[in-house]
T-cell receptor
Framework: AQSVTQPDIHITVSEGASLELRCNYSYGATPYLFWYVQSPGQGLQLLLKYFSGDTLVQGIKGFEAEFKRSQSSFNLRKPSVHWSDAAEYFC????????????FGPGTSLSVIP | DAGITQSPRHKVTETGTPVTLRCHQT?????MYWYRQDPGHGLRLIHYSYGVKDTDKGEVSDGYSVSRSKTEDFLLTLESATSSQTSVYFC???????????FGQGTRLTVV
């Protein structure tokens, strides 16, 4: 069965520092992969997505993610974090054979220290 | 927000009462979804719909039913609310088969 793990429940970084949020998935074929961000009290906003092609994906707000098939990973990165990046981040995997099945990870909460 | 409106945004209800949450979209997309969000679980799919009167169960459908009599509205009903259904509920739409989901603002439901 598909699954998504985000090993870090909570991460704290200093403003201006680099960021990497980890995501691992379990899926039999090449999946669709997504990163979403959720600010407090808000819905989820798509940061970036991977469907096929270039394994390094650029997203909004200066984020990028790299799909590594050999490691079943899709880690999210940002070179310099801003205080406004403090939020909850969700990795998700979509099933190409069944478009209704999008499985979300448990989320990583990011705090940013001024 | 892809024209998605959820109502109500907040609700407190008593155990055993029926509750209906509404998701309304303005762009006539076929695919609509209901998720619940709980700490440590991310979002879990309750029910989804491919179109009018075409719905199916997700991974956590027990205790929930849905209806879609119009393209723009997707209703989620808790027939008899329980405390375990206290959660934040999100509606989402997808514009096509191989696309990302767009989410509403959520409904915070508390069952006391």
């Amino acid at each position: 069965a598909q699954s998504v793990t985000q090993p870090d429940i909570h991460i704290t970084v200093s403003e201006g520092a680099s960021l990497e949020l980890r995501c691992n998935y379990s899926y039999g074929a090449t999946p669709y992969l997504f990163w979403y961000v959720q600010s407090p009290g808000q819905g989820l906003q798509l940061l970036l997505k991977y469907f096929s092609g270039d394994t390094l994906v650029q997203g909004i707000k200066g984020f990028e993610a790299e799909f590594k098939r050999s490691q079943s990973s899709f880690n999210l990165r940002k070179p310099s974090v801003h205080w406004s990046d403090a939020a909850e981040y969700f990795c998700a995997v979509g099933d190409k054979t069944s478009y209704d099945k999008v499985i979300f990870g448990p989320g990583t909460s990011l705090s940013v220290i001024p | 927000d892809a024209g998605i409106t959820q109502s109500p945004r907040h609700k407190v209800t008593e155990t055993g009462t029926p509750v209906t949450l509404r998701c309304h979209q303005t762009e006539n997309h076929r695919y609509m979804y209901w998720y619940r969000q709980d700490p440590g679980h991310g979002l879990r799919l309750i029910h989804y719909s491919y179109g009018v009167k075409d719905t199916d169960k997700g991974e956590v459908s027990d205790g929930y039913s849905v209806s879609r009599s119009k393209t723009e509205d997707f209703l989620l009903t808790l027939e008899s609310a329980t405390s375990s259904q206290t959660s934040v509920y999100f509606c989402a739409i997808r514009t096509g088969q191989n696309t990302e989901a767009f989410f509403g603002q959520g409904t915070r439901l508390t069952v006391v």
